[in-house]
């Protein structure tokens, strides 16, 4: 079923508010649920009404329509495009995060086009409330049943479940984790701490305070003059073991 566009429209102007509507009836996935001639009818109207688009204008008594979205909390703020005779307030309105601005007299090409863009973003915050669902789902499953099993991270706009077995070695890299498994990179915004608190201790071991290695990928230790060793991985990777680390990754051997 088609997600219906719940819409206000906000103009001081009879014709206007009719030449909206008219237009958007033509739109089978756009529902006005309220139309507003003053700046206070609007904001109480979005209170009421949550829409995901507000038509708004921007010289309208009962304030003005920069007021209007002053008046409104983040979490109530729609999806806002301009509908104005005044090209002077452009700038404002887009500093505004206005996703679109249109003047009056505006055809309905230009309307539909605008209205295509709001479909992308409704899309987009769609598919990051989805994204962020299912990572809440599969860490709440993670924490139910072993820790060694799989990894749910986002990384590039996707998310991707890795068997950690696969996981050959993890690095941290600026504001990033990038996850090293089956000859791939995967990059995702994680602190490297909370990556290592998804895995099983005795099946991965920090050598480095930005680095953790999958023990069963460890090939050979070779010992440096500075006391500190470097990890050979099987697949021929060298990694640094700093001294600080050393201790674990014996402790670790010693078990094995």
Request: with cysteine.
């Amino acid at each position: 079923m088609t997600r219906m566009i719940r819409t206000i429209i906000a103009d001081d102007e009879h014709l206007i508010r009719k030449k909206l509507r008219v237009a958007l009836e033509s739109a089978p996935d756009v529902e006005i649920v309220a139309e507003c001639a003053d700046g206070k009818e609007c904001v109480a109207a979005v209170r009421k009404s949550s829409p995901d688009l507000l038509l708004l204008d921007v010289q309208m008594p009962g304030g003005d329509g920069f007021e209007v979205l002053r008046s409104i909390s983040g979490v109530e703020m729609p999806i806002v495009v301009f509908v104005t005779a005044y090209d002077q307030y452009a700038i404002r309105a887009f500093e505004a995060h206005a996703l679109d601005y249109l003047l009056k007299p505006f055809d309905r090409e230009r309307l539909h086009s605008a209205l295509a863009r709001v479909r992308t973003e409704i899309q987009k915050a769609q598919r990051n409330q989805l994204a962020g669902r299912v990572l809440e789902l599969l860490g709440d499953l993670g924490a139910q049943g072993p820790r060694d099993n799989r990894l749910a991270v986002r990384t590039g706009g996707r998310i991707v479940v890795l068997d950690v077995e696969d996981i050959d070695w993890i690095e941290a890299s600026s504001n990033y984790v990038v996850l090293h498994a089956g000859g791939q990179s995967h990059r995702t915004r994680e602190s490297i701490g909370n990556i290592a608190s998804r895995l099983n201790p005795d099946a991965f071991v920090r050598i480095h305070r930005s680095i953790i290695v999958n023990v069963t990928r460890i090939k050979e230790l070779l010992p440096c003059n500075s006391g500190e060793y470097v990890v050979m991985l099987k697949n021929g990777r060298e990694l640094s073991c700093s001294r600080g680390y050393r201790a674990s990754l014996q402790r670790l051997f010693d078990r094995l």
